[in-house]
């Protein structure tokens, strides 16, 4: 996610065209509320024939975060990070460039912000364009154009889909089986009852979501902790975080929780380890809670990456339905398949 002063990611400036630019894109551009989103079978290639409702997504799964590796028609792979509790969705413009793209601006953008096609991808090797509900129509076939910056992209990625892309259609995040599936159709794996929790979300007028920012409950020390759905959630491991997490990259999975919230957790389980300067750029500190409980499964060790109580408390819950402490990533995440509803708001998690 996006920066400690704007979001809850160390140091990506999704503030940019994050959570903070999608407010301002979606509210200043009109996006058409009463207009219904187009059907869920957008074509992304053959695999997407309409009597398929499991089609796996060319994807990659490193280090508890998701990547999308779709194919254009002339053979060009490109890697998206995946974010559902980042903002709109974009590429570079570099990307752009070598593709052959014409930009454009965005029209009625304040922020006269620029957009490009969506490359036409080859078949069997696509994604679905976003549906982008209560974003302009533009950006259902088109990305936004935003330049790179270092603290945030890396040189192997060409752009980012964050909750505008995920917004109205089923998916399932398998990361036991480290596959990303999208439900064209809108059906669902079987699963029981206990397994299903509720998505809310910020409504607007006309009853479907503002923003694709879903909150869910989950049990942490037998409380009820309000967290934001979070699969992009990102810790830039310092040596003290990788001495005590193991070696891998350093750009890591992660979930967030509120220093007040820490502090709590702290005081009444002075065992559970804590690690101080653990993620690079901020500082921040990271604990391990040994259980969580998530639709009735108890599973752990869990690490949380600490955030100031405003990040969440103020400017991130301004964006959802009601406040949130934390937020629930891949450290939390990894353990299930992960079936998220949007249509129907409720997510199913299976192990």
């Not at 053979?75 to 559902?84: E, H, I």
């Not at 969705?89 to 793209?101: A, I, M, N, T, W």
């Not at 036409?120 to 936004?144: C, F, K, M, N, T």
Request: a neutral charge; aromatic letters at 8%; glycine letters at 10%.
């Amino acid at each position: 996610m996006a920066p400690e002063n704007h979001t809850l990611r160390c140091s990506a400036p999704l503030g940019i065209l994050g959570a903070g630019a999608l407010v301002a894109l979606t509210q200043a551009c009109g996006a058409p509320a009463a207009t219904p989103p187009p059907a869920q079978t957008a074509k992304v290639g053959a695999a997407t024939a309409p009597e398929r409702d499991e089609v796996v997504l060319p994807s990659e799964f490193v280090a508890d975060r998701i990547f999308v590796r779709p194919t254009t028609i002339d053979g060009r792979t490109l890697r998206f990070y995946t974010d559902s509790g980042g903002g709109s969705q974009f590429v570079y413009p570099d990307v752009v460039q070598r593709l052959g793209l014409t930009s454009a601006p965005l029209e009625g953008s304040p922020e006269k912000l620029v957009t490009a096609p969506i490359p036409e991808w080859r078949d069997g090797a696509g994604i679905p364009a976003p549906l982008a509900i209560h974003q302009p129509a533009a950006l259902r076939s088109r990305y936004v154009v935003v330049e790179r910056d270092r603290h945030f992209t890396s040189a192997g990625d060409d752009g980012f889909l964050g909750q505008g892309w995920f917004g109205g259609r089923v998916w399932t995040f398998d990361y036991p089986g480290k596959r990303l599936l999208w439900h064209p159709r809108g059906s669902t794996p079987a699963h029981r009852p206990e397994q299903r929790v509720p998505l809310h979300f910020r409504l607007a007028a006309d009853g479907q979501p503002a923003m694709h920012f879903a909150r869910i409950s989950v049990e942490i020390d037998d409380e009820q902790v309000d967290v934001l759905f979070d699969t992009g959630a990102t810790i830039d491991v310092s040596p003290a975080a990788e001495a005590a997490l193991g070696p891998g990259p350093e750009s890591r999975g992660t979930s967030f929780i509120a220093e007040s919230k820490a502090a709590r957790w702290r005081s009444r389980h002075p065992d559970w380890r804590f690690v101080e300067k653990a993620e690079r750029g901020t500082g921040s500190a990271i604990i391990e809670v040994p259980k969580i409980r998530v639709a009735g499964q108890e599973v752990g060790p869990v690490w949380f990456t600490l955030r100031k109580d405003p990040n969440l408390h103020e400017f991130m819950s301004s964006m959802m339905d009601a406040r949130i402490d934390g937020a629930l990533g891949g450290s939390a995440l990894r353990f299930f398949r992960v079936t998220a509803d949007y249509p129907n708001r409720v997510a199913i998690f299976a192990r």
